[in-house]
């Protein structure tokens, strides 16, 4: 069975990649850009992982959902909230910074561009690295995200495809931790090629260090005992 997955070259994505190249079936792996401020980098990220792992990668331009706006993410008149680890678990922080960077529809998009893919291949299955921890801020990144989008592609698909997050009941320190254990039975090295911050720092791979996604992926490696690959500004 064909799988899709939708890669952004970010920690969870790359994760999910891995999952998905160990079922040992065609593994193609699609990248939006939707004109957000790493594009550049995120794309050079997941063409990098795609061709360690033998995927087959393609690139969709979204430039609408920038025209639409709404996110600091796409807007450069648009400030990124920076959060210290200790903001991390307060959902008051975290909830407002989620307003800051969502991106009106996204997912949805993504994952029906991707699910017309996978149809027209035949069927197959869309993975992503939606997760427990992002699920807490971001209804898009939740089970019952997954679950209902599922319902949708009983109707508006005629052949079998479904959404798969194999993550979901994991943390960012478990999503790393279970990667490595990926790459050793693969025998390869992605997480060091993947991208979560969420700035262009004009070079491929390095990281600000301040956004939350960049400080999320510290914590991660940290709480994982796992040697961080990354570079960082900050």
Excluded at 201 to 213: K, Y
């Amino acid at each position: 069975m064909v799988k899709v997955c939708v890669l952004s070259g970010g920690l969870d994505s790359t994760v999910a990649a891995l999952v998905a190249k160990l079922k040992g079936d065609d593994l193609y792996t699609l990248t939006f850009d939707y004109g957000q401020r790493a594009a550049l980098r995120e794309i050079n990220a997941a063409r990098k992982i795609s061709e360690v792992l033998g995927a087959e990668h393609k690139v969709i331009k979204l430039p609408f959902l920038k025209d639409f706006g709404g996110s600091a993410l796409t807007e450069r008149d648009r400030s990124v909230p920076e959060l210290k680890e200790e903001d991390l678990d307060n959902l008051e922080i975290t909830r407002e910074t989620m307003r800051s960077v969502w991106v009106p529809g996204r997912n949805i998009v993504m994952f029906s561009i991707a699910s017309s893919f996978a149809e027209s291949l035949g069927g197959g299955e869309v993975y992503t690295g939606l997760n427990k921890e992002e699920g807490t801020t971001f209804p898009d990144n939740t089970l019952e995200f997954v679950n209902r989008f599922n319902h949708l592609l009983e109707y508006g698909t005629i052949r079998d495809v479904k959404l798969v997050a194999p993550l979901y009941n994991l943390d960012k320190a478990e999503i790393v931790k279970y990667g490595r254990e990926l790459e050793e039975k693969l025998g390869v090295e992605v997480l060091k090629y993947s991208y979560s911050c969420y700035h262009d720092n004009g070079e491929d791979f390095l990281h600000c260090g301040t956004c939350e996604s960049c400080v999320r992926r510290k914590r991660a490696f940290k709480e994982a005992g796992v040697e961080d690959p990354t570079k960082y500004l900050r």
